[in-house]
């Protein structure tokens, strides 16, 4: 499958904080919160929900395009997405800006407060999928990016009869009602958690009902509780994969699409699409950091077999060959 994912490229910075923000959180003061949370680290990562997204799905053998915009300290990075698969041929290098920036603060309970530099991002709304790639993609991913673009890359999927994912995500507090409606309108697929959902029906005004009928695949991620895919009426409800550590929560749902794209790419069972989202979520969740997980895609079978029953579809994951090949053989 041709996979075109768009969105933001960044770098990420998370940080801790020994307590937790409810603490400091005083009711009758919410109308003008001033706090300061001092942090204990630091550190900075590879990041961004697109790049995320396409990192996850290289690892599971598919060679996705990343479709961005990127400012003139992203060499070492482009090198590094390439050497896992990714294809950066649709990225476009702003040279008189920095790339986009994350600043992140995660608390005892893993909620987390953040923050958003657009740096590069913001020149997104410049481009369309036909300046950067001349064919016709079987999917677009539009992820978080500059919101004017995200609209734009909508009404291009639609005039083009392109099948896109909406995944508005981070951008939900930025967008309103009317934009989250023309956004997700014509999408086969939109991946929300369940805040972001709620938020959707409270600035649209739909119900999960008219969330499901507006989209083909509706999926609504629920932290430790799984996940809900809704399709063709019928409810999956997916549950999480086991895992041996929680160190930092940041970049999980971006792990879990890709491992549900990978899912649709293979044509799979929707429930084994999700359980490979959850399995994709948990090694995120073992790690510090959006692209710290690793994986052979026989490494990830093995795992996926000690939890869960794919039938033995994952096989055809190996087929793809590339990567798996240079690390395996």
């Known amino acids: 499958m041709n996979i075109i994912v768009t969105g933001s490229i960044a770098y990420d ?19 003008q919160v001033s706090l300061s949370f001092l942090v204990d680290d ?4 590879w990041g961004g929900v697109a790049a995320n997204i ?31 698969g ?4 649709t990225i476009r290098q702003i040279d008189d800006v920095f790339t986009a920036s994350f600043f992140v603060n995660t608390d005892l309970d893993n909620n987390q407060i953040a923050s958003f530099y657009t740096g590069a991002m913001s020149h997104a709304r410049h481009y369309s999928l036909a300046d950067v790639y001349d064919g016709s993609p079987d999917i677009v991913v539009i ?12 009404d291009e999927c639609r005039q083009r009869n392109i099948r896109f994912m909406y995944d508005p995500s981070q951008q939900v507090p930025r967008l309103d009602g009317e934009a989250l409606r023309q956004g997700m309108a014509g999408a086969y697929a939109m991946v929300l958690n369940a805040y972001e959902a709620e938020m959707i029906s409270e600035k649209t005004g739909y119900s999960l009902d008219q969330l499901r009928q507006e989209v083909e695949l509706l999926v609504i991620t629920q932290g430790p509780r799984g996940s809900h895919i809704y399709l063709n009426g019928d409810l999956h409800a997916v549950p999480v994969f086991p895992v041996d ?16 794209l990978a899912g649709l790419a293979y044509d799979w069972p929707i429930d084994l699409a999700g359980k490979v ?9 073992e790690q510090v950091g959006t692209q710290n997980h690793d994986f052979t895609v026989t490494e990830f079978a093995q795992r996926f077999r000690t939890h869960f029953d794919d039938q033995g579809l994952l096989d055809m994951l190996s087929s793809d060959g590339g990567r798996l090949d240079a690390r395996e053989a």
């Open 13 to 31: 910075y998370l940080m801790r904080f020994p307590g937790r923000f409810t603490d400091h959180l005083i009711r009758e003061q919410l109308h």
């Open 143 to 154: 992820s978080p990016n500059d919101p004017e673009a995200m609209m734009k890359i909508a």
């Open 42 to 45: 630091m550190t900075k990562h």
């Open 277 to 285: 989202g959850s399995l994709c979520a948990a090694y995120v969740l």
């Open 86 to 89: 990714v294809n950066t041929s």
């Open 54 to 84: 396409a990192y996850t799905l290289a690892l599971l053998g598919l060679r996705p395009k990343l479709m961005g915009t990127v400012g003139r300290d992203f060499s070492d990075y482009r090198l590094r997405l390439e050497s896992v």
């Open 245 to 260: 550590e929680i160190k930092d929560p940041t970049g999980v749902g971006d792990a879990y699409r890709a491992g549900l």
